[in-house]
């Protein structure tokens, strides 16, 4: 008993001769191992034999980030930048990082300016903030903030898009384009920008704008079947159905799996009064699993109906029945025609 009784003052009498040094190193040591909790203790530890309290505070907060408590986190935070005279930029914008999660959005705005000023180059900084400001609804505040990373980085492509659908938001148009169109000269492999294009051009129902753009990124990319069918839909909502339709025809070529641009063929063929081409793409849909295509095909038998040709349509609703044997509304009509 006398010797575990020594050994164990020995032990206590060893950790108080640690210097607040030692102490720090131990805790950053518990920290890396993700020993979050046992690192506060010794940095708390360490702050009280005269490590430096904005070093010590910071990372007791980073702690708390790491343990999702988030509330101490701010709190500690607030104690580093307190005990920097408000000069520790990286404690600033930790504390808006968490302001951010605590959903407490003007006073995160406000740590990330206080945090700007301290370091103006700080292209994430900028992001950031114009996060904040978007969660607080300042769309023009978000666009200022954007504004500012991309004067910083333009040659970071994310920000060319976060900047373009910033300057949509406040509906600068003119804006949005030209800064795609930068980012595209600055970057010429990066033919979504083109895409990217045609879709700012509908959104202002600019669509033969929209189509050039997505004409000009398919002289790049011929058979990108997404931007075909972009095309295509833009096509129609500028009335061109017919051509709409031969795009169509032509992605199906590429991608026979391509489900939606069959159904969309489908559709436009059988308001154009082409019925055969509507069977057909109807047909490639429901091999390929699209359910949508059973109302295609019902569409098609009810006008065969309304025409007294019901011959066709218990032929069509039974071509569907081929590919959906166990739909039950498909079932019941073709009863009901049988037993006519």
Same mark, same amino acid.
């Given at each position: 008993m006398?010797k575990? /009784?020594?050994v164990?003052? *020995?032990?206590i009498l060893?950790?108080?001769?640690?210097?607040?040094?030692?102490?720090?190193d131990?805790a950053?040591?518990?920290? +890396? $191992?993700?020993?979050?909790?046992?690192?506060i203790?010794?940095?708390?530890?360490?702050e009280s034999?005269?490590?430096d309290p904005i070093?010590?505070?910071?990372?007791i907060?980073?702690?708390?980030?790491?343990i999702?408590?988030?509330?101490?986190?701010a709190?500690?935070?607030?104690?580093? !930048?307190?005990?920097?005279?408000?000069?520790?930029a990286?404690a600033?914008f930790?504390?808006?990082s968490v302001?951010?999660r605590?959903?407490q959005y003007p006073e995160?705005?406000?740590?990330?300016?206080r945090?700007l000023k301290?370091?103006?180059?700080n292209?994430s900084?900028w992001?950031?903030?114009?996060?904040?400001?978007?969660?607080t609804?300042d769309?023009?505040g978000?666009l200022r903030? /954007?504004?500012k990373?991309?004067s910083?980085d333009k040659?970071?492509?994310?920000?060319?898009?976060?900047?373009?659908e910033?300057?949509?938001?406040?509906?600068?148009?003119d804006r949005a384009? @030209? !800064?795609?169109?930068?980012?595209?000269?600055?970057?010429?492999? $990066?033919? %979504?920008?083109l895409v990217y294009?045609? %879709?700012?051009?509908r959104l202002?129902?600019?669509y033969e704008?929209s189509?050039?753009a997505?004409? $000009?990124?398919?002289?790049?990319?011929?058979?990108?079947?997404?931007?075909l069918?972009?095309?295509?839909?833009?096509?129609?909502?500028?009335?061109k159905q017919f051509?709409?339709?031969d795009?169509l025809n032509?992605?199906l070529? /590429?991608?026979?799996k391509?489900?939606? =641009?069959?159904?969309?063929?489908g559709n436009l063929?059988?308001?154009?009064? *082409?019925l055969?081409?509507?069977e057909?793409?109807?047909?490639?849909a429901?091999?390929n699993?699209?359910a949508? =295509?059973?109302f295609?095909?019902?569409?098609m038998a009810? %006008? @065969?109906h309304?025409q007294k +040709?019901?011959d066709?349509?218990?032929?069509?609703?039974k071509l569907?029945q081929k590919y959906?044997p %166990?739909? =039950?509304?498909l $079932?019941?009509? /073709?009863l009901? *025609?049988?037993?006519?």
């Amino acid at each position: 008993m006398i010797k575990m /009784i020594f050994v164990l003052l *020995f032990a206590i009498l060893a950790q108080a001769a640690q210097s607040p040094y030692e102490l720090m190193d131990r805790a950053n040591a518990l920290y +890396r $191992e993700g020993r979050f909790k046992q690192a506060i203790v010794l940095y708390r530890k360490a702050e009280s034999r005269g490590a430096d309290p904005i070093a010590t505070s910071f990372n007791i907060a980073n702690s708390y980030y790491q343990i999702e408590k988030y509330p101490e986190a701010a709190a500690t935070y607030r104690k580093a !930048v307190d005990y920097s005279s408000g000069k520790f930029a990286p404690a600033l914008f930790n504390m808006a990082s968490v302001y951010f999660r605590l959903r407490q959005y003007p006073e995160c705005v406000a740590a990330y300016h206080r945090a700007l000023k301290l370091e103006p180059e700080n292209v994430s900084g900028w992001l950031y903030l114009g996060e904040a400001y978007g969660k607080t609804g300042d769309r023009v505040g978000a666009l200022r903030a /954007i504004e500012k990373a991309y004067s910083y980085d333009k040659q970071d492509i994310s920000i060319v898009y976060q900047l373009s659908e910033a300057n949509i938001a406040v509906e600068d148009f003119d804006r949005a384009v @030209a !800064v795609v169109r930068e980012g595209y000269t600055a970057h010429p492999e $990066e033919v %979504d920008f083109l895409v990217y294009l045609g %879709d700012v051009y509908r959104l202002k129902k600019e669509y033969e704008q929209s189509a050039g753009a997505y004409r $000009e990124a398919l002289s790049v990319r011929s058979d990108d079947v997404n931007t075909l069918y972009k095309l295509a839909d833009v096509l129609v909502e500028d009335g061109k159905q017919f051509v709409a339709m031969d795009i169509l025809n032509n992605i199906l070529q /590429i991608d026979p799996k391509f489900t939606d =641009a069959a159904i969309f063929l489908g559709n436009l063929a059988y308001d154009a009064k *082409f019925l055969d081409r509507a069977e057909f793409a109807y047909e490639l849909a429901a091999k390929n699993g699209n359910a949508e =295509a059973v109302f295609g095909f019902k569409n098609m038998a009810y %006008d @065969a109906h309304q025409q007294k +040709r019901d011959d066709e349509a218990l032929r069509l609703l039974k071509l569907a029945q081929k590919y959906y044997p %166990d739909d =039950a509304t498909l $079932e019941a009509d /073709i009863l009901e *025609f049988e037993n006519q």
